[in-house]
């Protein structure tokens, strides 16, 4: 199993970015994917998770995100997006991408690191 | 939005201690919790998904329990290996919420 995000950097305030996250060795078309964020010495947050498309591909965020975070997945590519619009200082943190439970598979990549500054 | 209140937010042990931490829900998430460990500069891994079952791979030293609104991991003898950060996470409702995590070091 791989998961490996990609499209992180630095970005000023107010920017955008779009993050991805390759996967292989899964079903990721049955699966629903997450990413979760984590901004440097802080906690984990939950930022959004789209349900596999037999599930309905439905999508959901958490607060902080809501209207200007937008998850998407390739099926036929493997692969889960993260496009992140009107950046703020307090989006900096890892973006992890992951298979949260109901998933019985606990898979994870290794982060990528996301600074919003001016 | 359902609050994870999560305990002690930091403890030192020893080597072959007995380690408890507590997760709180602000309401009822029936047993759908998972506690994950992290380790400094790496991915959380899962230890415990719908508050008592092991995830595979683990090691039986790792023990949840409760449900409802109160949960506890256990760690029965600490090893070299388990210092490090640990964090529940309910996925009964959306958004998704964790504990702000245990960091247990070494005494």
């Known amino acids: 199993v791989q998961v490996v995000e990609s499209g992180g950097g630095l970005v000023k305030p107010g920017g955008s970015l779009r993050l991805s996250c390759a996967t292989s060795g899964f079903t990721f078309s049955n699966t629903w994917m997450s990413w979760v964020r984590q901004a440097p010495g802080k906690g984990l947050e939950w930022v959004g998770r789209i349900k596999s498309k037999p599930n309905g591909g439905t999508i959901d965020y958490g607060a902080p995100v809501k209207g200007r975070f937008i998850i998407s997945r390739d099926d036929s590519k493997n692969t889960l997006y993260l496009q992140m619009n009107s950046l703020k200082t307090e989006d900096t943190a890892v973006y992890y991408c992951t298979t949260l439970p109901p998933n019985s598979a606990d898979f994870w990549g290794q982060g990528t690191l996301v600074t919003v500054s001016s | 939005d359902i609050q994870m209140t999560q305990s002690p937010s930091s403890l030192s042990a020893s080597v072959g201690d007995r380690v408890t931490i507590t997760c709180r829900a602000s309401?009822?998430?029936?047993?759908?919790l998972g506690w994950y460990q992290q380790k400094p500069g790496k991915a959380p891994k899962r230890l415990i998904y719908a508050a008592s079952s092991l995830q595979s791979g683990v090691p039986s030293r790792f023990s949840g329990s409760g449900s409802g609104t109160e949960f506890t991991l256990t760690i029965s003898s600490l090893q070299p290996e388990d210092f490090a950060t640990y964090f529940c996470?309910?996925?009964?409702?959306?958004?998704?919420?964790f504990g702000g995590g245990t960091k247990v070091e070494i005494k």
């Open positions: 309401q009822g998430i029936r047993n759908d």
């Open positions: 996470l309910q996925n009964n409702s959306y958004p998704l919420t």
